[in-house]
């Protein structure tokens, strides 16, 4: 069974950048629930609840952060609202609506224990945004609020789930209360940045990106010479996380600018909204600038016409331009 993709709205600016063709990275429906799955709510106003601390039930096995827990079924009737306990307090950032959260997590049904998700065995955190309705609204409200490295058990009854309708194919009835257990492994606010060691630009041929680390965008001073015909990819920043694959997802914060003129047409900071996409579905430049670079790091990639949109014109783009972008690879998955 395949577990379906992290559903999340694109940033508008970011679709300047998606190629053309099938969606290789889409949603793979299956017999799979996440907390990311359409629950037929408004996102501009979904439902709350209570929030109680009990009952839950007991973890019995796994119960270090990091490790696929185990939990019994729940104890007689569940709470008619949501019940959320830290099991693990953590120290890090305090997750805020709108952040991106990185997760691993494992769903199961009260009265059952059936698992119907996990993350765990998927070799990879899932990063979705929270607070904004792109997941189940029990995860929105029980989660916000928490820090980075906290485990957190929460109880969701039906009306903050997945509704009167359930999941079907998930084995998930109308009535189901389902419990999760969360790492929150990270949080991504909309002044995430690189972070990591500096390395040199000593190409004078090259643009040089700034090197700041406050959230900011970084400057990004394009030289008056003749552009490079081949894709250049230099670190900024190296960062020390994992290589990125050319089949990743990536979470970034990204500015871009022409190369003739320095001016920029595209900018995450702008919009003050982190961006998340495939590199399956961005122009080559992006995919093979990005692929083999080190999450955490500030990566610098001039693309030229070939690698990028060619002879067409974009939105703030001519045709046959030379693009410059500083790029934050915060996350990938």
Not at 109 to 125: C, E, H, L, M, R
Not at 228 to 239: A, D, H, M, T
Not at 244 to 255: I, M, R
């Amino acid at each position: 069974m395949r577990r379906r993709s992290v559903l999340l709205a694109v940033p508008a600016g970011l679709l300047a950048l998606a190629g053309c063709g099938d969606d290789k990275s889409g949603s793979e429906k299956g017999d799979k629930a996440s907390p990311s799955e359409p629950t037929g709510q408004t996102p501009s106003a979904p439902p709350t609840g209570k929030i109680v601390d009990g009952p839950l039930p007991e973890l019995t096995g796994g119960t270090k952060f990091g490790e696929k827990p185990k939990v019994a079924k729940g104890p007689g009737e569940p709470s008619a609202d949501l019940a959320v306990k830290t099991l693990i307090a953590g120290r890090g950032v305090t997750v805020a609506k709108g952040d991106y959260l990185q997760v691993n997590y494992l769903g199961q049904i009260w009265k059952t224990a059936k698992v119907f998700d996990n993350s765990y065995d998927q070799g990879k955190p899932a990063i979705f945004q929270i607070g904004t309705g792109q997941v189940i609204p029990g995860w929105d409200q029980g989660l916000v609020g928490r820090k980075a490295g906290s485990r957190v058990q929460l109880a969701i009854p039906p009306e903050l789930g997945y509704g009167k309708q359930g999941q079907p194919q998930a084995g998930i009835k109308g009535d189901d209360t389902m419990v999760f257990v969360v790492d929150v492994i990270d949080t991504f606010g909309a002044t995430a940045s690189a972070q990591g060691d500096k390395v040199a630009q000593d190409n004078i041929d090259l643009p040089k990106v700034g090197d700041n680390t406050d959230g900011k965008a970084p400057s990004i001073t394009v030289p008056k010479t003749d552009a490079p015909k081949k894709l250049v990819s230099n670190y900024v920043i190296e960062g020390d996380g994992a290589e990125v694959k050319e089949s990743d997802s990536v979470l970034v914060q990204y500015k871009g600018v022409l190369w003739d003129g320095g001016k920029e047409f595209d900018s995450s900071y702008s919009r003050k909204q982190l961006a998340q996409f495939s590199l399956q579905q961005v122009v080559k430049g992006w995919s093979q600038g990005l692929t083999g670079k080190k999450v955490g790091s500030r990566v610098l990639v001039v693309v030229p016409p070939d690698l990028g949109y060619g002879k067409q014109e974009q939105q703030g783009i001519p045709a046959n331009s030379t693009l410059v972008f500083s790029v934050d690879i915060l996350a990938a998955l």
